[in-house]
């Protein structure tokens, strides 16, 4: 018997360092997005800093771990047996949903998830022993606080709200006073802007950064706690002087150095107070085992008759696991992809240049969007035309310079990085003083978005899409509390009804999800990479823009070829699943050649007077392989359809046709790949003059049709698909023709010139 609790216990901490892993992951957005999305530093020296913050606040955590979470649930009304069935529920599905959001990209709160985790698997438990029992369901009050999760839902939405208005008014009246001129204008103003921003950064490093620090004496806590006004008033004073001297007598850059210390500061209270997320429970489990062993070797006390009340306060954390941990964290911190992946996600929603749009426009984010606009257009009549040409002269931006590596570029300037994080650290530290519950990860996602509206980073040209994604991350969240409730309540019921089987068979699934789930992204991080562009703005030779177009020429043809061929087996075969494979395939397709139109204004910018005939023939280039994506996307998608709804399969004679063009198809197609990729540009002439035979018999192929139609034809369905496969196909072969003659008269053209 003690034997499967020590295996429990052995499984827990194995989670733990897997929670711990994908929880920064994921919370490594908080702290880590103001100054890599402003570039502030190099990445390098940024996790550096934020490491230290990491480091420290994990280290010298008091270890204190609230086993009950803030009153979610009373142990006193479980079981030792019961309690660990809760904490292996528990920690199993925060691995997987912090994983899950992580693989999406998405911040969510990894304190709202094991909240809720905790929640839904005590009471699953609580409703079985009430049950069992036959008492009333009313007497759920005595396993559950659900005031408390009300409170804690109450926060979320309330700091949703007041996390974006307090961004957008301080970041509006930050612009309006610095403008998008700040380096000017930092010399009579940044004084009291760094006094005010360092002063609110200490003070919320010394109210939430530090209070769960062992080596900080009480007696220190206790005197700013009394002294709250005093050390503000005297911090505002020192700061605001040296943040002057700063400017006026030093070359610093003094919008940097609030950046880095807000990101040391948000680093380290995320560690010193997020911890219990990760290890607390195991924890708690371990606390647990050892008073139930206490117990029993001195009672012979049974698991499923022991009460845990004493798990009601708070349990202490050797310190050998708070090194640990922190060691764990900080390494998650350099290496982990997805925690770059999630960031980005926010800078992405946050920056101030355009560029491709991650997520798509919904109905409500239009809706908001023309309703802003229109509100705006009303507020104007009633603004004096001096005033609006006054504040229009401040949010005015600069001539946007675009480096050769548009990475390189800052998403947003150290302004805005500043006031997201002094805003962030001023509500956050205003809650923890007030009590109020909230999340780090919600107010700092918050007062980004908020700050990105007032600072016009969200233009007519991207609002829609930056809402829509905003209403996607915020959906997340409250995906999160509902996932992470259910699920641990589901987990938690079949390991209780099926023990030691159920619980290895669950910890078996979630190895394997995982892994499942490391190897899907690590695929699709390498397709990202194939299908990272050049930056065309740097293609000023006819010759470059040739050698690049060239290339995703050859891309889209293999993509293009393959999809084509699939479709036409798996048409015969009348294999849906092969057909829906193929269906999505076109969206990578589609999505590379959207990616290559959204460049077509900034390349076209980048050439001088002598590069016209360049824009002309990237432009013709991208409309014929549109044309090709369009063909080829009917293709897949009317067969699917087709199919789908179980619809007669074409005739032998019909497929055999389609299976030789297709065939033929993919010789040329292969002819053309290799001319291309091998720059030789010799065998494009006979490719096009043999693509226009295979035209000249698909032409066959439709009046051979017309013929079957007037003497055995009886099924109009296949005639329609027939038809329609026939013509996309002619409008393929059709555009590759057209591309490859643009494209064979522009490089004969330059080898003259040459």
Not at 259 to 287: E, S
Not at 305 to 323: N, W
Not at 436 to 465: H, Q
Not at 544 to 564: G, L
Request: glycine share 6%; with cysteine.
């Amino acid at each position: 018997m003690e034997q499967f609790y020590i295996l429990m216990l052995g499984a827990l901490f194995v989670l733990a360092i897997v929670d711990l892993t994908v929880g920064v992951s994921n919370d490594a957005v908080n702290f880590l997005n103001s100054a890599v999305g402003s570039k502030a530093a190099s990445l390098k020296t940024i996790l550096i800093i934020a490491s230290i913050g990491v480091a420290v606040g994990a280290i010298f955590s008091s270890g204190l771990m609230e086993v009950a979470r803030k009153g979610i649930f009373n142990p006193g009304e479980f079981y030792f047996d019961e309690i660990m069935i809760i904490f292996m529920a528990v920690m199993i599905t925060d691995i997987l949903l912090l994983d899950l959001f992580n693989s999406l990209a998405l911040p969510t709160s990894t304190t709202v998830s094991i909240v809720f985790e905790l929640l839904g698997a005590s009471v699953a438990i609580s409703f079985i022993k009430i049950f069992k029992a036959d008492h009333s369901i009313s007497e759920i009050a005595n396993y559950i606080n659900g005031d408390k999760a009300i409170e804690i839902i109450f926060g979320i939405l309330l700091s949703v709200v007041i996390a974006f208005t307090v961004g957008a008014i301080v970041q509006w009246l930050a612009r309006f006073i610095f403008s998008f001129h700040y380096q000017k204008r930092i010399k009579y103003v940044g004084g009291i802007f760094g006094g005010i921003a360092i002063t609110s950064i200490v003070y919320f490093i010394l109210i939430k950064g530090i209070k769960g620090v062992a080596v900080i004496p009480q007696s220190f806590m206790d005197f700013v706690d009394g002294n709250k006004s005093l050390i503000v008033l005297v911090c505002l004073v020192f700061f605001t002087v040296l943040s002057q001297v700063i400017v006026n007598y030093t070359k610093i850059n003094l919008l940097k150095i609030i950046i880095l210390i807000g990101t040391f500061g948000l680093a380290l209270a995320f560690a010193g107070n997020d911890l219990v997320n990760f290890i607390g429970v195991p924890i708690a489990a371990y606390q647990s085992y050892e008073i139930w062993q206490g117990a029993y070797q001195a009672t012979g006390v049974l698991p499923s008759e022991f009460a845990m009340g004493s798990l009601s306060g708070k349990v202490a954390t050797p310190a050998y696991m708070l090194v640990i941990a922190g060691l764990i964290m900080v390494i998650t911190l350099w290496l982990s992809k997805k925690a770059r992946s999630v960031m980005y996600t926010e800078i992405n929603l946050a920056r101030s240049n355009e560029g491709s749009e991650r997520f798509q426009p919904n109905y409500l984010s239009r809706l908001i969007v023309r309703s802003s606009v229109n509100a705006n257009r009303f507020l104007k009549t009633l603004l004096p035309e001096s005033i609006q040409d006054g504040i229009e002269r401040r949010f005015s931006k600069p001539q946007e310079k675009r480096s050769s590596d548009n990475n390189n570029d800052p998403a947003f300037d150290m302004v805005r990085a500043s006031v997201n994080l002094m805003v962030a650290s001023i509500l956050i530290s205003v809650a923890t003083s007030l009590k109020l519950p909230l999340s780090t990860t919600y107010v700092s996602f918050m007062v980004a978005m908020g700050s990105s509206l007032s600072d016009k980073a969200w233009g007519r040209e991207s609002a829609v899409y930056r809402v829509a994604g905003v209403f996607n991350v915020i959906g997340g969240w409250f995906i999160t509390a509902i996932v992470a409730f259910i699920a641990a309540a589901l987990f938690a019921t079949i390991i209780y009804y099926g023990k030691g089987v159920a619980l290895v068979a669950l910890l078996i699934i979630a190895a394997l999800l995982l892994i499942r789930s490391f190897l899907a992204y690590r695929k699709s991080e390498k397709e990202k990479e194939e299908l990272v562009k050049v930056d065309r703005t740097s293609l000023i030779t006819i010759n470059e823009i040739i050698t690049d177009s060239s290339e995703t020429i050859s891309k889209v043809i293999r993509r293009t070829d393959k999809v084509y061929t699939d479709v036409v087996d798996n048409l015969g075969l009348q294999d849906l699943s092969k057909l829906k494979k193929s269906k999505k395939q076109l969206v990578k397709l589609e999505g590379e050649v959207d990616t290559l139109k959204s460049d077509i204004f900034y390349f076209i910018k980048s050439l001088d007077e002598n590069s016209v005939a360049a824009s002309k023939f990237y432009i013709l280039t991208l409309d014929y392989l549109q044309d090709m994506v369009q063909s080829i996307g009917y293709i897949a998608k009317n067969s699917y359809s087709h199919v789908n709804n179980n619809h007669k399969n074409l005739k032998f004679n019909q497929i055999r046709d389609l299976k030789r063009i297709a065939d033929k198809l993919a010789v040329l197609f292969e002819r053309t790949k290799v001319d291309l990729d091998g720059s030789t540009f010799e065998d494009i002439g006979a490719i096009i003059e043999d693509q226009k035979e295979l035209l000249d018999s698909v032409s066959g192929l439709i009046q051979k049709q017309i013929d079957r139609i007037r003497s055995t034809e009886t099924s109009p369905k296949n005639t329609k698909l027939y038809f329609s496969l026939l013509l996309e196909t002619k409008d393929l072969i059709t555009a590759t023709i057209n591309l490859l003659t643009l494209f064979k008269d522009f490089y004969d053209d330059f080898k003259r010139i040459k």
